[in-house]
């Protein structure tokens, strides 16, 4: 791997938050970066002695679906054959009441969210919807709107038939000041997973009065349960069938894909679904007997320095890294610190509930305990990982065949996203969607999680993904039956996202023909 690459995937925040002072203070810091930082050191030393005595590849059902069960779940979202009543109430009234804005906040997948949240409620009010745009974060410093990452008139038509969908708002409209009439609606405004009577009682009278309601951030702020059946339909329509990415990520995408895969493979339904026209065969090496296509595993680190100090858990760092985190959260996060001094929690209580994000170290070993080979190759998807190369020595030391997509991608392919991290984000989300297995640390990720819920719906029941028990994590005997366990596929349960959990009569459709054969 490219010590270059991996130098720009490491090194990011936790060097940016200090100043250098001098020469002597650099040396010492590129000596500290030479040092694995860890926390389970005899863990890693026997998962070393292991991996040592283990052949070079891994078990080959570790890349298989465990459950037959979880191929009889069929996509319908987009479908219309049986007409329930629920979808007779969803046809779109040629009568609106009025226009919908969203400036939704939050990074790639936060904006994913928010979009089809707000395809529901305009379908709920019966309201035309303005195409989303997305508010510039300090944490993401990204200035892309929704045609940088989407393709507008795909978005478009492919939704008309149940709702109304412009670009901008009338003429006559542009002129209003929507906050000063009392049309604009904040997060603090609406409860977190609002039930769908509250925008009837709250927003539909102003929406009547003003013909026009502004949802200002719009962050998780419409629930899962209870919601009428069409409206579920329509989230679903909207997230794994009217969202797709612009030509330029998908053909950079594929050819992510391409350079992982290295030679031909068979087109799956992930790969069209992911990349349209721009299917990575052209231009591949031919398979053969020999020389077949990668497998690989793709592994979301969500371990950036905004979900660390965010989690208030501790990492092995002392006070050093006691002291660095608060001043973040200080910063970024002044809500979260007023609720740490009304309502103290300690770091050891959170790690013992599982609440912790998986370390790079943490995740190595349960990789590892799964039955994963160090000749297992990994594509390593994420931002800037908090604490530097120190953080990720353990994992390279594990599973030296990881890659990421500044290894696989030249400088010139990736300058038109580099200043933008949703669009750096959309090539992972890429990768992690089409890999052959998909492993998640850190279970209340939007990126994994609606990675998990695309593979569920588009991969056939053949697209494994792994969800490891964090509360167990030192008992790595266990692991491979926990993450086993966690690859049982159900119906969505009650609450649960269905982006994540798309198993559910609204989304998805189940073969029972099939389920009967045994």
Same mark, same amino acid.
């Given at each position: 791997m490219m010590f270059s690459a991996i130098h720009h995937f490491c090194f990011g925040h936790s060097s940016s938050v200090k100043?250098?002072?001098?020469?002597?203070?650099?040396?010492?810091?590129?000596?500290?970066?030479?040092?694995?930082?860890?926390?389970?050191?005899?863990l890693l030393s026997l998962a070393l002695n292991e991996s040592q005595l283990q052949t070079?590849?891994?078990?080959?059902? /570790?890349?298989?679906?465990?459950?037959?069960?979880? !191929?009889? *779940? &069929?996509?319908?979202?987009?479908?219309?054959?049986?007409?329930?009543?629920?979808d007779i109430k969803s046809t779109r009234s040629e009568k609106q009441n009025g226009f919908i804005l969203v400036s939704a906040n939050g990074g790639l997948n936060q904006q994913r969210v928010a979009v089809c949240n707000a395809v529901a409620v305009?379908?709920?009010?019966?309201?035309? /919807?303005?195409?989303?745009?997305?508010?510039?974060? !300090?944490? *993401? &410093?990204?200035v892309s709107q929704f045609g940088d990452i989407y393709?507008?008139?795909y978005f478009i038509d492919f939704l008309k038939d149940d709702l109304n969908i412009v670009r901008e708002l009338p003429y006559r409209l542009q002129s209003l000041g929507i906050e000063a009439i009392g049309s604009q609606i904040t997060d603090a405004d609406l409860g977190k997973e609002s039930e769908p009577i509250h925008f009837i009682e709250k927003v539909l009278p102003l929406l009547l009065r003003n013909g026009v309601v502004h949802f200002l951030g719009f962050g998780n702020r419409l629930g899962f349960d209870p919601l009428p059946s069409h409206l579920q339909r329509l989230r679903c329509k909207c997230n794994f069938h009217a969202l797709k990415f612009v030509p330029e990520i998908q053909e950079t995408g594929s050819l992510l894909v391409q350079r992982i895969r290295e030679y031909n493979?068979?087109?799956?339904?992930?790969?069209?679904?992911?990349?349209?026209?721009?299917?990575?065969?052209?231009h591949m090496k031919e398979s053969s007997s020999s020389n077949r296509p990668k497998r690989y595993l793709a592994l979301h680190l969500r371990f950036e320095v905004d979900m660390v100090a965010y989690s208030l858990c501790s990492f092995g760092g002392g006070e050093d890294e006691r002291r660095e985190l608060q001043a973040y959260r200080e910063i970024h996060f002044p809500l979260l610190v007023q609720r740490m001094a009304k309502n103290a929690i300690s770091p050891e209580y959170l790690r013992k509930s599982g609440k912790c994000p998986l370390t790079p170290e943490e995740a190595a070993l349960v990789l590892s305990a799964a039955g994963f080979n160090p000749g297992t190759y990994v594509y390593l998807a994420g931002s800037r990982i908090y604490g530097g190369k120190s953080r990720m020595l353990p994992l390279m030391r594990l599973f030296p065949n990881l890659v990421t997509k500044e290894d696989l991608l030249t400088e010139k392919e990736l300058a038109p996203f580099k200043n933008f991290s949703s669009q750096m984000a959309a090539l992972d989300f890429i990768a992690c969607a089409a890999a052959d297995v998909f492993a998640m640390t850190d279970t209340g990720s939007q990126l994994s999680s609606l990675v998990s819920g695309f593979r569920a719906y588009h991969g056939g029941g053949a697209a494994p993904t792994l969800r490891p028990d964090k509360k167990a994590l030192q008992l790595l005997g266990r692991v491979k039956r926990m993450i086993h366990e966690g690859q049982r596929p159900h119906a969505r349960r009650r609450g649960r996202s269905i982006y994540r959990e798309p198993r559910s009569p609204e989304c998805m459709c189940q073969d029972l023909t099939e389920a009967e054969i045994p």
């Amino acid at each position: 791997m490219m010590f270059s690459a991996i130098h720009h995937f490491c090194f990011g925040h936790s060097s940016s938050v200090k100043k250098s002072k001098g020469l002597q203070r650099n040396n010492d810091e590129d000596i500290a970066e030479q040092t694995p930082k860890m926390m389970y050191k005899r863990l890693l030393s026997l998962a070393l002695n292991e991996s040592q005595l283990q052949t070079q590849y891994s078990s080959s059902g /570790l890349w298989d679906e465990p459950y037959r069960q979880a !191929s009889l *779940w &069929k996509p319908c979202a987009n479908k219309h054959e049986e007409t329930s009543q629920d979808d007779i109430k969803s046809t779109r009234s040629e009568k609106q009441n009025g226009f919908i804005l969203v400036s939704a906040n939050g990074g790639l997948n936060q904006q994913r969210v928010a979009v089809c949240n707000a395809v529901a409620v305009a379908s709920l009010l019966n309201a035309t /919807l303005v195409l989303p745009k997305f508010l510039y974060s !300090s944490v *993401w &410093k990204d200035v892309s709107q929704f045609g940088d990452i989407y393709q507008e008139e795909y978005f478009i038509d492919f939704l008309k038939d149940d709702l109304n969908i412009v670009r901008e708002l009338p003429y006559r409209l542009q002129s209003l000041g929507i906050e000063a009439i009392g049309s604009q609606i904040t997060d603090a405004d609406l409860g977190k997973e609002s039930e769908p009577i509250h925008f009837i009682e709250k927003v539909l009278p102003l929406l009547l009065r003003n013909g026009v309601v502004h949802f200002l951030g719009f962050g998780n702020r419409l629930g899962f349960d209870p919601l009428p059946s069409h409206l579920q339909r329509l989230r679903c329509k909207c997230n794994f069938h009217a969202l797709k990415f612009v030509p330029e990520i998908q053909e950079t995408g594929s050819l992510l894909v391409q350079r992982i895969r290295e030679y031909n493979a068979k087109t799956s339904e992930l790969d069209l679904q992911l990349l349209g026209d721009h299917i990575p065969s052209r231009h591949m090496k031919e398979s053969s007997s020999s020389n077949r296509p990668k497998r690989y595993l793709a592994l979301h680190l969500r371990f950036e320095v905004d979900m660390v100090a965010y989690s208030l858990c501790s990492f092995g760092g002392g006070e050093d890294e006691r002291r660095e985190l608060q001043a973040y959260r200080e910063i970024h996060f002044p809500l979260l610190v007023q609720r740490m001094a009304k309502n103290a929690i300690s770091p050891e209580y959170l790690r013992k509930s599982g609440k912790c994000p998986l370390t790079p170290e943490e995740a190595a070993l349960v990789l590892s305990a799964a039955g994963f080979n160090p000749g297992t190759y990994v594509y390593l998807a994420g931002s800037r990982i908090y604490g530097g190369k120190s953080r990720m020595l353990p994992l390279m030391r594990l599973f030296p065949n990881l890659v990421t997509k500044e290894d696989l991608l030249t400088e010139k392919e990736l300058a038109p996203f580099k200043n933008f991290s949703s669009q750096m984000a959309a090539l992972d989300f890429i990768a992690c969607a089409a890999a052959d297995v998909f492993a998640m640390t850190d279970t209340g990720s939007q990126l994994s999680s609606l990675v998990s819920g695309f593979r569920a719906y588009h991969g056939g029941g053949a697209a494994p993904t792994l969800r490891p028990d964090k509360k167990a994590l030192q008992l790595l005997g266990r692991v491979k039956r926990m993450i086993h366990e966690g690859q049982r596929p159900h119906a969505r349960r009650r609450g649960r996202s269905i982006y994540r959990e798309p198993r559910s009569p609204e989304c998805m459709c189940q073969d029972l023909t099939e389920a009967e054969i045994p």
